[in-house]
């Protein structure tokens, strides 16, 4: 298996079908993980945009605001070639008017403006709800016929977009650790990301190809569902391999960088395997150290919520909910071959 390919779960799809021929092909509402207060200093904006991307909305909002662009803030960054519905914030004086229809600009409307004590932060999201329609599907049957094993739980890849245009993310990363510099601390920040990413996905992959996805190992880092608790398997496998086997928990795997606490370091055949898939990637692994980013884990196994699918002619509509930080594609890739015609027109991730 080349460098760059992942291991389906479930073996590879049969069914062609083309994702994002036009905007509406792809809706992405969020959920925040906090109720709005209703009173307070900032203003939260829920935004629902098309064929824009997220940076580009705060900066309209800052020029029409009369803000700063680091005023305003967004809990997540949205696909482009989409419509999503996302949450910004910025500034604004209690007893101040709000004239927030004149904040709207093209390719993008507020939906709701509510008062919050606090500013929005990056991540403060509960679950992304995903509405995807499937165009020129050429064989519906198997598609609707593998929705039951995705229902299980998916590899939690991450998706192409953190990689950037024909892996451009990587190849920086890969660049930057020789000892070329990036000056812009955001690029930076994007092309380490893209390196710790590459590693994690390398790691599901080549668990995958071992045959331990849904298999606890002697050792294993563990994380309870819907948590980021994690602990390690070192007693009692069985009855462990029994509550992953009921969505309980999941396997994790490292997110690679600076070592973490001890508790949250693999042992025995976890820790010797886990060291066997990262062989090869020495320089990747040594680069994150060297620039101090924070090891962590993460599940190796991604469940769908409230998965469904509907077939229309020659067109399926799925729509499910994921948790912060997932990608829809990683859902996409064991249900269909799919071809995205979005990334075609240059649009991806902000």
Request: hydrophobic share 40%; with cysteine.
């Amino acid at each position: 298996m080349a460098e760059t390919e992942q291991a389906w779960l479930y073996g590879q799809p049969e069914a062609k079908a083309v994702i994002r021929s036009q905007p509406a092909d792809f809706v992405v509402d969020e959920e925040l993980n906090f109720s709005p207060s209703g009173a307070g200093e900032h203003l939260l904006l829920q935004i629902e945009k098309t064929g824009q991307n997220t940076q580009y909305v705060a900066r309209q909002l800052a020029v029409r605001t009369g803000l700063k662009n680091r005023d305003i803030s967004f809990a997540g960054r949205k696909d482009r070639h989409a419509i999503t519905r996302q949450w910004f914030c910025l500034p604004w004086p209690i007893k101040a008017d709000v004239p927030w229809q004149d904040w709207q600009g093209e390719g993008y409307r507020i939906l709701q403006v509510q008062r919050h004590h606090r500013k929005l932060r990056l991540g403060a999201l509960k679950r992304n709800h995903f509405q995807i329609r499937l165009r020129q599907l050429d064989d519906a049957a198997t598609v609707l016929k593998r929705l039951p094993l995705v229902q299980q739980g998916v590899p939690n890849y991450y998706g192409e977009q953190r990689f950037g245009i024909d892996g451009g993310n990587l190849v920086k990363a890969k660049a930057l650790f020789a000892g070329q510099g990036i000056a812009d601390r955001q690029l930076r920040g994007l092309v380490l990301s893209a390196a710790r990413s590459f590693l994690f996905n390398q790691q599901i992959s080549a668990r995958i190809v071992a045959g331990y996805f849904n298999t606890l190992l002697p050792g294993d880092i563990v994380q309870l569902d819907g948590s980021g608790s994690i602990f390690r398997a070192d007693e009692a496998l069985d009855a462990l391999q029994q509550r992953l086997e009921q969505g309980d928990l999941h396997p994790t795997a490292a997110l690679c960088g600076l070592a973490a606490a001890e508790k949250s370091q693999p042992q025995q055949e976890a820790a010797r395997l886990e060291a066997s898939w990262l062989a090869g990637h020495d320089s990747l692994v040594q680069g994150l150290i060297d620039f101090r980013v924070k090891a962590e884990r993460r599940s190796i196994r991604l469940v769908p919520q409230q998965l469904s699918a509907v077939q229309q002619d020659d067109t399926i509509l799925l729509q499910f909910a994921l948790p912060t930080g997932c990608f829809a594609t990683s859902v996409l890739r064991e249900l269909v071959q799919y071809t995205d015609a979005g990334a075609s027109k240059q649009y991806g991730e902000d």
